[in-house]
């Protein structure tokens, strides 16, 4: 991690000590950022008659357990978390591979076009995925016949021009080129360079790579409402569906929502310092 | 290539190793990056060509056999004339412009203060950037329980100051309001870091000749700070501003009707991308519905080439 989190002691304020002031401000922010996922847990923890009560309750209360029952047997949230959870994974494995093996070939292999390809890379991270939503669904459910399965959610995220620019940016620099050289006079192949040189260096900002990619693959919500239906959910397509149901039973609705955000808390809670480090290391560099 | 990989003895078999070799400095590179570039192609360059023909058919999901019906440029000139696309644009303007102007400048703010020695430096950090980190669907869910009409958290603190119920969804400024609400509070802290790294890249010792001078902090934090993260604001408003004209799930889940793709009774906080859906989705018109998508695009551009114009401007003006 020692190359991505390096502090940087420069800066107009960094020297100065925050006074209380400063602590004030940034308290009433964290709590504004925290809030509505604390009142999530406070709502999914009663039943729906109390919540609707004026003034609102503000502490958890005791019927969690039943409403997370209520959760899985009444909704489909246990295939929605597993579905979530192959996607997801199935996606993250494959940015991190194919992005590594790009951003390696781009940060330190010669070939002819090489410019020419990297900026169309760029480019292609400006264009948003959005406007192609409905011929992408044609070609999934009049030609390949995937929608409605995972493949369709699976496939066109396999690979991101993001991860190819972030990988590239981070090798250019952490890899030194004497370490290929000597991997070369070994007799290494290419593939086997990747494989034995590259791929040690990159774990860290592979790390990094692989959260952001696992977070909003399944944070992902407008293709996946799209491509699945009500009968093959992910969580987010789910939750849509407890939201517009006929039947209001709002902490169970609220619940699902708690439910459908814990994992990533605790990917968000192990990984927090490199998440940070990743998007603001590629601020500086972007 | 992954076969050829032990150094042989280099006098006996020295022709084969040589012409693998080349081979594999030719080759691999382009092997390695293949595999975006073929994915990109199909599932992602491809759609979008595609959408520019789909959207000169009268293809209709509901009605066989219209796949292939061309109609030239009737889609657009439809799309024209149609007040449902001009509200649209009317609301995805008005929603990205009240949830980008007020969120980047609070990010700023924030990321002013984050950049004070801060004790628990890392929670903090953490802290602000956790509404990020939460979906769409999620968040817009606990937001429209918290607008609630009735038992809503905001209108009860509102009713403690003596302001009457809002019915949020119901009015065009109410909806617009919220849904805002929901974007920035989503996206300020993810911004404010944005903003923190570029400030600490900035020199110290330009602040300290400055401090020498007898500026103000105000004055710094206005002729040294701002002028220094010019390059990353514009890429945060420019980012803000495509993310702002795609917005989609928001305005979709904060609509708890029977129908969500129509944005509210009167339309009025129906955006650019729910429409497409609902065209594509609820009405079946695929066409029409790609026509939208491009005109959608067509927007986006002229955003963004509005945007950099406009900072081209703005350094001239601090030029002379």
New interface residues.
Partial sequence: MTVLMTP?R?????????GWG??A??GV??L???F??Y??LV?ASHDTGD??????VLVPGSRLLDNLRAVFTRTDMRLALTNSLVVSTLVTISVVF??T??G???AK???RG?GA?LG??VA?M??????????????MANWLHWAGHLQALV??A??S?FG?FFMRQYLATALPTELLEAGRL???????L?WHVVLPVARPAAAVLGMLTF?AT??D??WPL?AMTQQNPT??VA??A???G?VRD?SL??C??LV??LP??VV?ALM??Q??GG???G??K? | MAVMTRPRPAAAHAALPVRRYRLDTKGAPYAFVAPFFVVFGVFGLFPLVYTGYVSLTGWRADTPGSESAFVGWRNYVALWHDPFFWNAVKNTIGIGLISTVPQLLLALGVAHLLNYKLRGRTLIRMGVLLPNVTSVAAVTIIFVQLFGRDYGMVNWLLGLVGVDHVDWQAGTWTSWIAISVIVTWRWTGYNALIYLAGMQAIPFELYESAALDGASRWRQFRTITVPMLRPTILFTVIVSTIGSLQLFGEPLLFNTSQTPTTGGSQHQFQTLALYTYDQFWQKFKYGYGAAISWAMFGIIALFVAVNLVAARRMRGVDAS
């Fill in positions: 940087r420069r800066g107009r304020n960094s020297q100065l000590s925050a400063t602590y401000v940034l922010v964290l504004l950022s925290m509505p996922l009142w999530t709502a919540i609707s009560r004026t003034p609102p194919t992005s093996l790009a390696f070939a781009f292999l010669r070939f090489k390809l169309v890379v292609t400006m264009v948003p995925p959005q406007l192609g939503i409905i011929p992408l669904y044609i070609m496939a066109p396999a690979v021009a190819v070994d007799g290494c192949s290419t593939w086997r990747y977070m399944w944070n919500f407008f799209v969580v987010q939750l849509s407890l939201q517009g006929y709002y609705v609220l699902g929502a459908s955000t990533i808390l968000f927090g310092r998440i940070l998007i603001m290391q601020a500086v972007g």
